[in-house]
């Protein structure tokens, strides 16, 4: 007899059978049949505005970076076959490296094939066998498959809680090793971290940081460099961990240090190691985004009018917000449960307007969301018309709303 | 002087507020299976007895405590290891 592996998935395929049997479209099962701009995409021949991609520098069309693609793929060919430490480091590898080096003015900088692999080799290779890895208890999956992965002792503290992270590092031995994991923002609530309370707690108890900027790089801090930057605590943080999924708008993850034995973990690191480098048009297309980020300014300050002018208006129509303020480009709508959640994203889906759903076990606290990313190229008239879709679908939904002040 | 008697009843104590199923607790009763304990109110849970000794309990120890007996003994070594 053989037993079905995938038995154990049961209820979940009956929960979302019960879901898609009430006639809403599947959240999970989105298909862009076309792109036509960050912003906008055909979806089962709609026109529909795109406002759930991590965009947020709408740099995926930009031109300069589509031709350093092209001419890559000309030049070095569809892709490397090869680990980074084999044969797939090419001249477009050490190019992207160099460009997050002068980017984030460190030393040194290594690119993964993901962001999620990032993680999961800095976090596994840093510490090991006796030592201890700390981290926020909203952290990323991929921080937390980095902890499954390591040997180390796990131990986690709560959401952004300065006195909690205190009291747990106070029962740690003094002479074991030590890495405090945290992220710039939190991609769920579009909350930030309290960086220099966490930091200069870490620091005290001899801990090593790690913050993971993955959707703050690009428009915090002056440089663009993320929250750790914006909040002044660059001097205390010993690893950044980013992905070019998001502003960068491409695929990769990368981490940056000023360590001295950096370089090391190129060999350890087995997430780096096992696995073949990102294709040649791939790098080209984020070595020149990452410059264009460094200057981007006006675009910065358009992305932030455009995150608070969503922000304002949701709330203005009664929607009850993850944050009182835009903390981060992801304005996150709390909703009441999942069949409220599905049915609001559905209908705005066939009203031409694409969110995320987010659902627990992705969300902490058991909450429901319906995630807005914005883009730096949104129009006003875009988000205008987000927020009149918005209001329309929930009074479709009947979903109450807060009586605005 | 903390013994794992003690210890386990002060556990009861601690498990009792979040028993919403209200099924019996005994030393075989599983977190999971018996007490359907979602992972946030393991957390809670976790915490509070971290607090309570003083102790910590890292994330990598819980997928080998199933029942409330294992855990009272982590607990116990736990509080006996830290003198
Ligand atoms: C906080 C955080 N870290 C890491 C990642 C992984 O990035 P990537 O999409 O490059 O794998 C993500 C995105 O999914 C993220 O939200």
Not at chain 1, 4 to 13: G, V
Not at chain 1, 199 to 216: F, P, Q, T
Not at chain 1, 319 to 341: C, G, H, K, R, Y
Not at chain 2, 4 to 9: C, D, G, I, N, P
């Amino acid at each position: 007899m053989t037993v079905d592996l995938l038995a154990k998935y049961d209820p979940l395929i009956a929960e979302h059978a019960g879901l898609l049997s009430t006639g809403i479209r599947d959240p999970f099962g989105i298909v862009m049949e076309k792109v036509l701009s960050p912003t906008e995409a055909i979806i089962k021949g709609k026109h529909t505005i795109l406002l759930g991609t991590y965009n947020y520098m709408g740099m995926t069309f930009d031109p300069d970076v589509v031709a350093a693609g092209q001419a890559a793929i000309r030049d070095f060919g569809a892709g490397t076959t090869g680990s980074r430490v084999l044969n797939g480091t090419y001249q477009t590898h050490k190019e992207c490296e160099d460009a997050l080096k002068d980017f984030y003015g460190m030393s040194h900088a290594m690119v993964f094939s993901t962001g999620y692999q990032a993680n999961l080799g800095m976090v596994s290779t840093l510490a090991g066998k006796g030592d201890f890895i700390i981290l926020d208890a909203d952290s990323h999956a991929s921080i937390y498959d980095g902890c499954k992965m390591s040997n180390a002792d796990i131990v986690r503290f709560r959401h952004n809680d300065a006195a909690d992270l205190e009291k747990r590092l106070k029962r740690l031995p003094p002479e074991a090793g030590k890495l405090v994991v945290l992220e710039g923002v939190y991609s769920m609530l579009g909350d930030i971290a309290p960086l220099p309370e966490l930091v200069a707690i870490a620091k005290a108890h001899g801990c090593m940081v790690l913050v993971d900027e993955a959707h703050g790089m690009g428009f915090f801090g002056e440089h663009g460099r993320g929250v750790y930057e914006e909040q002044g605590v660059a001097d205390d943080v010993d690893f950044v961990v980013g992905t070019f999924s998001k502003s960068v708008g491409t695929v990769g993850g990368f981490c940056v240090s000023n360590h001295p034995k950096f370089e090391i973990l190129r060999l350890v690191c087995r997430p780096y190691t096992f696995t073949a480098s990102l294709p040649p048009a791939v790098v080209a297309c984020a070595a020149t985004s990452i410059r264009k980020l460094m200057t981007a300014t006006d675009k910065r300050a358009r992305l932030w009018e455009a995150t608070r002018r969503l922000h304002g208006g949701l709330k203005a129509r009664g929607f009850n917000l993850a944050t009182d303020t835009p903390e981060s480009a992801i304005v996150s709508v709390l909703m009441p449960d999942q069949e409220a959640t599905a049915l609001m994203w559905s209908t705005l889906i066939e009203l031409g307007i694409y969110v995320n759903m987010s659902r627990p076990p992705a969300t902490p606290a058991g909450v429901f969301l319906l995630r807005c990313s914005i883009c730096a190229l949104h129009t006003d008239d875009q988000i205008d018309t987000v927020l009149g879709k918005f209001e329309q679908a929930a009074q479709m939904c009947n979903l109450p709303l807060a009586v605005p002040a | 002087m903390t013994d794992r008697a003690s210890v386990y009843a002060r556990i009861i104590e601690l498990i009792d507020p979040l028993n919403t199923k209200k099924v019996a607790l005994l030393e075989t009763t599983t977190f999971a299976g018996d007490m359907e304990m979602d992972s946030l109110t393991v957390m809670d849970l976790v915490a509070s007895m971290e607090d309570e000794w003083d102790i910590l309990i890292p994330l990598n120890m819980l997928p080998d405590l199933e029942t409330i007996g294992q855990v009272a003994d982590a607990v116990y070594g736990l509080v006996a290891k830290k003198g």
